[in-house]
C-alpha cells in the first residue's frame, strides 16, 4: 500500500509539474512526450478522450488523473518504470521553464516567496468583461468575497440584465448559465433541476458563520427552496490552513462544480485551503440564491412577540488584522429556524444555554500539543512545482526540532510542525515560560520576530532532509535560501 501511495503521489507531482497555468489544463505541446506513450494510451482514441472539450490544444488534468491513477493501481510494477522514464522529460522541461522564468524576472515585479503571503485577487482591476465568457471566467477564477461578489453580480447582469434576484429557485440563474455555456458542468445542481423537488419552499432560515460548515449547509438549504441568509463576523476569507482530502472528499467538491469554480483544485486534487474551499461555497451559495451578511456579530436569539419566528439580533462589526471585534448598531432578523455554525465556542450555543457534546462519548478531554504552522508564498516557478509534499509527515527521528511535520502546497507553501515547549523555551520564542494555558500563548508572550525566525530555521532542516532523499523522479533540488529569498 505504501509503494502504491509513492506511485501515486509521483503521479500526481508529475501532472502538478506540467500543469505550467495552475488552472487544470496541461499543454498538448508540452505533454507530447505522454501523448506518444503506448503504456499511457495504447490508442489515439484513449488520448482524444482526455483533451479538453473546449480547446484541443490542451489535455484535461482531471481526465488524465484519472486514467493515469487507474493505469497505476492496475499495473504497478510497470507504473514505476514508466514514471522513472518521464524523469528526462521533465528534467528538460523544468530547464526550460527556468531559463524563461529569468528572462522574464525583474528586481521589482518578482516578491520574495518569504515574505507573508498576501490575500490573493485575480480579477484585473481596471478590466470591465465585455462578454458572458469573461465575466463567468472571472467569476471562477475570484478567491475574496469582495471580487467574488463583484464578479457574480457582473455575471448577472449578463445573464438576467439585472442585479441578483434571491426571490427565485436555487437553480434558475444556473439553468441560464447553461443555455449560454452549456460546457459549464455543476453536477449536483444538475440533480436538483431534475428531481424540482423544494420542501422547504420560502421558509426563511438564518446561519451563523462563514466556514466550510456554515457556506455548505447554507447552500444545502438553499437547494431545499429555504431563503437563507448567512452572517459572518468577518469580511474576507483568512484561514490560510490547508485540508487533506479523502478520495471520497475530493470527489464531492468535484460533484460541487469544483473543476470550474476553483480551477486550480485539479491541480492539487488531494488536498485544499481553507480560503479556498470558502470561495467554491460562496460561489455556489451565490448561485443558489443565498444572500450574504458580512462584518455582522452573532448578539442574541429569541421568540418573536408572536412566538411565530425566532427573532435574531446582530451587530455590524468590524475585526483588525489581530482579530480585535469592534461592535457598532443592532440589527433584528426573523427567521423560521436558525443554524448556529459558528465554531466550538459558538456564541450561539453559549446564549441558548446548550452544552457541547464529544461526539465519540467520552467524558476525558483530549490530550493538546503545541503547534506552529507556517505559510512560504507560492510563486508558482518551476522550483515550486518541483517540490515533493511530505503528507506522510517527518517524525522527531528525521528533524530534531520538530516532534512531527507535515508540508503540502497549495496557494501557499504550507507547514504544519508539533514542537516541545522546551524546544520553543531554548529559542525564545516565548516571553514568560512561567504562564499558563491561553495566557502562555497569547500574543502578547509570543515574540513573532523569533518565532518566525524558528519556523524558517525548521524549513531549512527539512529541505536538508528531503535533497538526500532519492524519490521517483531522483534527489528533490530545492535552491539554497529557497525559503528566505
Known amino acids: 500500500m505504501d509503494d502504491l501511495h509513492e506511485l501515486l503521489s509521483s503521479g500526481r507531482r508529475l501532472l502538478r509539474f506540467l ?21 499511457l494510451f495504447p490508442s489515439e482514441d484513449i488520448f482524444l478522450q482526455v483533451l479538453d472539450p473546449n480547446d484541443s490544444e490542451f489535455v484535461d488534468a482531471d481526465a488524465l488523473w484519472h486514467l493515469l491513477s487507474d493505469r497505476l493501481q492496475t499495473d504497478p510494477s510497470q507504473g514505476g518504470e514508466w514514471l522513472k522514464g518521464q524523469l528526462p522529460s521533465v528534467k528538460r522541461l523544468f530547464t526550460m521553464r527556468c531559463s524563461k522564468s529569468r528572462l522574464m524576472d525583474s528586481p521589482t515585479s518578482r516578491s520574495a516567496r518569504g515574505s507573508p503571503s498576501p490575500a490573493r485577487s485575480m480579477l484585473r482591476s481596471a478590466w470591465s468583461p465585455t462578454s458572458l465568457e469573461a465575466a463567468w471566467e472571472d467569476f471562477c477564477q475570484a478567491l475574496q468575497i469582495t471580487d467574488i461578489t463583484e464578479a457574480f453580480s457582473k455575471l448577472c447582469s449578463h445573464l438576467t440584465g439585472e442585479p441578483p434576484d434571491c ?26 433541476r431534475s428531481s424540482g423537488g423544494y420542501p422547504l419552499q420560502d ?11 456554515g457556506l455548505r449547509a447554507a447552500f444545502e438549504l438553499a437547494l431545499l427552496g429555504a431563503k437563507v441568509q448567512v452572517f459572518d463576523v468577518r469580511d474576507g476569507f483568512y484561514r490560510m490552513n490547508i485540508l487533506k482530502l479523502w478520495d471520497w472528499a475530493s470527489a464531492d467538491l468535484l460533484d460541487l462544480g469544483a473543476k470550474f469554480l476553483l480551477p486550480n483544485f485539479l491541480t492539487y486534487i488531494d488536498h485544499i ?15 443558489a440564491g443565498v444572500q450574504y451578511t458580512w462584518g455582522a456579530s452573532f448578539k442574541d436569539v429569541a421568540p ?11 451587530q455590524k462589526a468590524s475585526v483588525d488584522a489581530a482579530g480585535h471585534r469592534t461592535l457598532g448598531s443592532d440589527e433584528i432578523h426573523n427567521f423560521a429556524g436558525l443554524v448556529a455554525c459558528d465554531g466550538g465556542n ?13 461526539a465519540d462519548g467520552l467524558s476525558t478531554e483530549p490530550g493538546w500539543e503545541f503547534a506552529v504552522v507556517a505559510n512560504f508564498e507560492n510563486l508558482k516557478e518551476p522550483e515550486d512545482r518541483m517540490l515533493e509534499e511530505c503528507p506522510r509527515g517527518f517524525s522527531q527521528e528525521e528533524l530534531s526540532l520538530v516532534k512531527r511535520l507535515i508540508y503540502l502546497q497549495g496557494e501557499t507553501h504550507y507547514f504544519i510542525m508539533t514542537v516541545d515547549l522546551d524546544v520553543l523555551m531554548h529559542h525564545h520564542v516565548l516571553r514568560d515560560t512561567t504562564l499558563v494555558g491561553k495566557e502562555l500563548l ?11 525566525d524558528f519556523a524558517r530555521k525548521v524549513v531549512e ?6 535533497r538526500s532523499l532519492d524519490g521517483i523522479f531522483g534527489p528533490v533540488e530545492i535552491p539554497e535560501n529557497f525559503w528566505t529569498t
Not at 346 to 358: C, E, F, I, N
Not at 461 to 466: A, E, L, P
Open 19 to 39: 500543469d505550467a497555468n495552475h488552472d487544470g489544463l496541461l499543454s498538448v505541446e508540452e505533454c507530447q512526450h505522454l501523448k506518444d506513450d503506448q503504456w
Open 167 to 192: 426571490s427565485q429557485t436555487s437553480v434558475i440563474l444556473y439553468e441560464r448559465l447553461l443555455a449560454r455555456l452549456p460546457s459549464v458542468s455543476i453536477p449536483r445542481l444538475d440533480r436538483q
Open 203 to 213: 421558509a426563511r432560515l438564518g446561519v451563523v458563520g462563514a466556514g466550510p460548515i
Open 273 to 287: 485551503g481553507i480560503r479556498e474551499l470558502q470561495s467554491l461555497l460562496l460561489k455556489l451559495g451565490l448561485l
Open 304 to 314: 418573536s412577540p408572536s412566538n411565530r419566528f425566532l427573532q435574531v439580533t446582530t
Open 346 to 358: 459558538s456564541r450561539v450555543a453559549a446564549q441558548l444555554g446548550l452544552q457541547r457534546v464529544r
Open 442 to 452: 497569547s500574543d502578547k508572550n509570543v515574540d513573532m520576530r523569533k518565532l518566525e
Open 461 to 466: 532542516d527539512y529541505s536538508n532532509k528531503v
